[in-house]
């Protein structure tokens, strides 16, 4: 059994280290605060148990705007001024939040057009939550208004340790049809496209005489009578996406210039929020903060953390990132709100900072009585300082307190993973060969077996560099620009070993197809032709020689210089490469032509890492992940148990964070954790 001491590329690492919150020393441990909630008593109690808990960070104000400005222009500070004051006194920062993600009644009675209307016509009323337009000026001028009255107000108070604007923009409402909507369309579409000819050209309106010849005849993309244009629906979502960035920057910019240095966030949610297009958010936010929630029911929903948290690292552009929001235990919304296990809430944490989290916090505090999330787990439960919970709260508050040292260093990956929310918005348009073709499949599917490799991903905008990465992985990019693919053109012709899955290269990015044969614009880099897409029934499967089984996709593949590595030994295109490779340039190009099970592209994917120079980690044990991260002095590994046994992993060049030497094996623990350091 080799060590899991190993060296790695570093493709991208940056030095540069994030703002973070104002005052806070070591890991950041806490949640959201919710003290409205409670008579003034308890607030005490509350905060006496944070310090006993190691907290030391937490939100308040994300849901208050009603309270702290009951009338229009009339406000009343005076509760938060004392928790705030409360909160300084226990050496406990706030992250203050503007509350625009939660419009009080007053301003929808005074503008009605402040609410949201959907693609159908209707109007989507108060008594739920984040329900508005965001491109109602009424909307806009309000949250400018609330967000000035904050920083003047608190900018110089002793406990503000960061801001964290909204809450988690794009859920549940990510568009408006309203039309101030279509008027912000207008001028959207008018950046973007410059004249009418040029955006005819680009939606393609030639097509059904959908030819504009006013600006004022465009609207969004509302309900019709049968499938909507799909390049004026691809447009809308970034549209929508983009509006929502301008409410941000508009509250960023006031608290930056009333509250110079105190750093100004908000809440992603990487791999659930499908309406906004991370990438351009992520330069425009202080530091990058996340919310995850694990689908409870998911086999192996550990893999599905450990991806939201990769991929938000490389939102970050590989800098350490906040985990804003997760759970102690069970949630309220999903169909069954399966409880945590003992061990499994500080399992879930250090894995997040494993893969560069520097603050692990929670939704929320202290569990709600009432209101729509009064089932919600909380760091306090309602069963108090006697429950499990509580106790693993306590624990974990200590576990972060002994990883001070870590904070600010980097995470090492071995691969790099194409991600792009544009490509996942066309792919999943109406009218595509299949219903069945899903965009976080293909993704998760490579990913678990990267992850089971014990493999650790970055995650790649289409189009940046590539350079240091000896494998790239291209699960879906059926939306494939000009210039992506000649990235991933010059990275193989470089020497880079490159894999991409069906229905990729397919269109630019108007949603018209690159001309020729499929695979489009990626042809070239990998030497195949594409002479029909043959989506399979549904239950259908074809089988592959080998033995293996794919089923949703299959196609007619000629080869233009590319070897058949595996072929269809039945189905519409039996006898034909399904697995293709392709010496290009210096390098080598995978084609996966078809939906495989895992035990098919299992193999294939371990043939590219070894056509990459990449040494799957075949000898540690299964459902363990070994993840490392290293700072200025030196160098951290992660090991995380997800079994239900103890395991044993070669430690040789490692010591424990105390210093002592952990000899040749480290033993963890049944569901347990393990750092170390590298010697």
Same mark, same amino acid.
């Given at each position: 059994?080799?060590?899991?001491?190993?060296?790695?590329?570093?493709?991208?690492?940056?030095?540069?280290?994030?703002?973070?919150?104002?005052?806070?020393?070591?890991?950041?441990?806490?949640?959201?605060?919710?003290?409205?909630?409670?008579?003034?008593?308890?607030?005490?109690?509350?905060?006496?148990?944070?310090?006993?808990?190691?907290?030391?960070?937490?939100?308040?104000?994300?849901?208050?705007?009603?309270?702290?400005?009951?009338?229009?222009?009339?406000?009343?500070?005076?509760?938060?001024?004392?928790?705030?004051?409360?909160?300084?006194?226990?050496?406990?920062?706030?992250?203050?939040?503007?509350?625009?993600?939660?419009?009080?009644?007053?301003?929808?009675?005074?503008?009605?057009?402040?609410?949201?209307?959907?693609?159908?016509?209707?109007?989507?009323?108060?008594?739920?939550?984040?329900?508005?337009?965001?491109?109602?000026?009424?909307?806009?001028?309000?949250?400018?208004?609330?967000? $000035?009255?904050?920083?003047?107000?608190?900018?110089?108070?002793?406990?503000?340790?960061?801001?964290?604007?909204?809450?988690?923009?794009?859920?549940?409402?990510?568009?408006?049809?309203?039309?101030?909507?279509?008027?912000? +369309?207008?001028?959207?579409?008018?950046?973007? #496209?410059?004249?009418?000819?040029?955006?005819?050209?680009?939606?393609?309106?030639?097509?059904?005489?959908?030819?504009?010849?006013?600006?004022?005849?465009?609207?969004?993309?509302?309900?019709?009578?049968?499938?909507?244009?799909?390049?004026?629906?691809?447009?809308?979502?970034? +549209?929508?996406?983009?509006?929502?960035?301008?409410? +941000?920057?508009?509250?960023?910019?006031?608290?930056?210039?009333?509250?110079?240095?105190?750093?100004?966030?908000?809440? /992603?949610?990487?791999?659930?929020?499908?309406?906004?297009?991370?990438?351009?958010?992520?330069?425009?936010?202080?530091?990058?903060?996340?919310?995850? %929630?694990?689908?409870?029911?998911?086999?192996?929903?550990?893999?599905?953390?450990?991806?939201?948290?990769?991929?938000?690292?490389?939102?970050?552009? =590989?800098?350490?990132?906040?985990?804003?929001?997760?759970?102690?235990?069970?949630?309220?919304?999903?169909?069954?709100?399966?409880?945590?296990?003992?061990?499994?809430?500080?399992?879930?944490?250090?894995?997040?900072?494993?893969?560069?989290?520097?603050?692990?916090?929670?939704?929320?505090?202290?569990?709600?009585?009432?209101?729509?999330?009064?089932? #919600?787990?909380?760091?306090?439960?309602?069963?108090?300082?006697?429950?499990?919970?509580? #106790?693993?709260?306590?624990?974990?508050?200590?576990?972060?307190?002994?990883?001070?040292?870590?904070?600010?260093?980097?995470?090492?990956?071995?691969?790099?993973?194409?991600?792009?929310?544009?490509?996942?918005?066309?792919?999943?348009?109406?009218?595509?060969?299949?219903?069945?073709?899903? %965009?976080?499949?293909?993704?998760?599917?490579? %990913?678990?077996?990267?992850?089971?490799?014990?493999?650790?991903?970055?995650?790649?905008?289409?189009?940046?560099?590539?350079? *240091?990465?000896?494998?790239?992985?291209?699960?879906?990019?059926?939306?494939?620009?000009?210039?992506?693919?000649?990235?991933?053109?010059? %990275?193989?012709?470089?020497?880079?070993?490159?894999?991409?899955?069906? +229905?990729?290269?397919?269109?630019?990015?108007?949603? $018209?197809?690159?001309? =020729?044969? /499929?695979?489009?614009?990626?042809?070239?880099?990998?030497?195949?032709?594409? &002479?029909?897409?043959?989506?399979?029934?549904?239950? &259908?499967?074809?089988?592959?020689?080998?033995?293996?089984?794919?089923?949703?996709?299959?196609?007619?593949?000629?080869?233009?210089?590319?070897?058949?590595?595996?072929?269809?030994?039945?189905?519409?295109?039996?006898? *034909?490469?399904?697995?293709?490779?392709?010496?290009?340039?210096?390098?080598?190009?995978?084609?996966?032509?078809?939906?495989?099970?895992?035990?098919?592209?299992?193999?294939?994917?371990?043939?590219?890492?070894?056509?990459?120079?990449?040494?799957?980690?075949?000898?540690?044990?299964?459902?363990?992940?070994?993840?490392?991260?290293?700072?200025?002095?030196? &160098?951290?590994?992660?090991?995380?148990?997800?079994?239900?046994?103890?395991?044993?992993?070669?430690?040789?060049?490692?010591?424990?964070?105390?210093?002592?030497?952990?000899?040749?094996?480290?033993?963890?623990?049944?569901?347990?954790?393990?750092?170390?350091?590298?010697?």
């Amino acid at each position: 059994m080799g060590s899991v001491v190993r060296g790695r590329a570093v493709p991208g690492l940056r030095a540069d280290a994030p703002p973070t919150p104002v005052g806070i020393d070591g890991m950041v441990f806490g949640g959201d605060y919710n003290p409205e909630q409670w008579p003034e008593h308890v607030w005490l109690e509350d905060v006496e148990l944070m310090r006993r808990a190691g907290v030391n960070l937490v939100s308040v104000g994300i849901h208050s705007w009603a309270l702290l400005e009951p009338r229009p222009g009339e406000h009343d500070f005076g509760w938060l001024d004392r928790l705030l004051d409360l909160l300084n006194g226990a050496g406990i920062g706030a992250n203050l939040a503007t509350p625009t993600v939660a419009p009080p009644a007053w301003l929808y009675r005074a503008h009605p057009d402040v609410r949201p209307v959907d693609h159908n016509g209707v109007v989507l009323e108060l008594g739920s939550r984040a329900t508005f337009c965001p491109s109602a000026p009424a909307y806009r001028a309000a949250a400018l208004g609330i967000t $000035t009255a904050l920083a003047e107000r608190y900018a110089e108070h002793p406990a503000l340790a960061m801001w964290h604007v909204h809450n988690e923009y794009g859920a549940p409402v990510g568009s408006c049809y309203c039309p101030e909507s279509a008027a912000a +369309f207008r001028r959207w579409l008018r950046r973007r #496209h410059g004249d009418l000819a040029t955006l005819n050209s680009a939606w393609g309106t030639t097509f059904w005489g959908q030819r504009y010849g006013e600006w004022e005849e465009v609207e969004p993309p509302r309900t019709s009578g049968t499938t909507v244009n799909p390049a004026q629906r691809l447009d809308f979502l970034r +549209f929508c996406s983009d509006e929502l960035l301008d409410c +941000f920057r508009a509250e960023r910019d006031v608290l930056h210039e009333r509250s110079p240095g105190v750093p100004v966030t908000t809440n /992603f949610m990487t791999t659930n929020c499908k309406s906004i297009d991370y990438w351009r958010w992520a330069s425009e936010v202080d530091v990058v903060a996340n919310d995850h %929630y694990l689908t409870a029911e998911a086999d192996r929903n550990h893999v599905d953390l450990a991806m939201s948290a990769d991929l938000t690292r490389s939102v970050a552009g =590989g800098r350490p990132w906040m985990l804003m929001e997760h759970s102690t235990s069970a949630v309220n919304w999903q169909p069954r709100n399966v409880a945590k296990r003992p061990g499994e809430m500080v399992r879930n944490s250090v894995t997040h900072v494993a893969r560069g989290a520097d603050a692990v916090m929670f939704f929320q505090w202290r569990a709600s009585r009432f209101g729509a999330e009064k089932f #919600h787990s909380a760091m306090l439960p309602h069963s108090g300082t006697r429950s499990r919970v509580w #106790h693993d709260v306590v624990r974990l508050g200590g576990h972060l307190a002994g990883l001070e040292e870590l904070r600010g260093s980097l995470v090492l990956a071995d691969v790099a993973v194409l991600w792009d929310w544009e490509s996942w918005w066309a792919l999943e348009l109406d009218w595509r060969p299949s219903s069945e073709l899903d %965009y976080r499949d293909r993704v998760g599917a490579f %990913y678990e077996l990267l992850w089971d490799a014990h493999l650790t991903v970055d995650f790649v905008r289409p189009g940046t560099g590539l350079d *240091g990465y000896p494998l790239v992985v291209v699960p879906s990019l059926y939306l494939t620009t000009p210039a992506a693919a000649a990235v991933l053109t010059e %990275y193989v012709r470089g020497g880079g070993t490159l894999v991409v899955s069906y +229905f990729s290269g397919i269109v630019d990015a108007n949603d $018209t197809v690159h001309p =020729g044969p /499929f695979p489009g614009a990626l042809r070239e880099v990998l030497g195949v032709e594409v &002479e029909e897409v043959l989506p399979l029934r549904a239950g &259908e499967r074809v089988l592959l020689d080998g033995g293996a089984h794919a089923d949703t996709w299959a196609e007619e593949v000629l080869l233009t210089g590319a070897e058949s590595v595996v072929r269809y030994v039945d189905g519409p295109s039996a006898g *034909g490469p399904a697995v293709t490779r392709h010496r290009f340039g210096a390098g080598i190009a995978w084609y996966v032509s078809t939906r495989m099970d895992t035990a098919a592209l299992g193999p294939v994917l371990h043939d590219a890492c070894v056509d990459a120079g990449i040494d799957p980690r075949v000898d540690l044990p299964a459902d363990v992940e070994v993840v490392r991260r290293a700072g200025a002095d030196a &160098e951290y590994l992660f090991v995380v148990n997800h079994n239900d046994h103890a395991v044993r992993v070669d430690a040789r060049g490692t010591e424990l964070l105390s210093g002592r030497t952990c000899g040749p094996d480290l033993l963890v623990a049944p569901g347990g954790v393990a750092v170390v350091r590298v010697t």
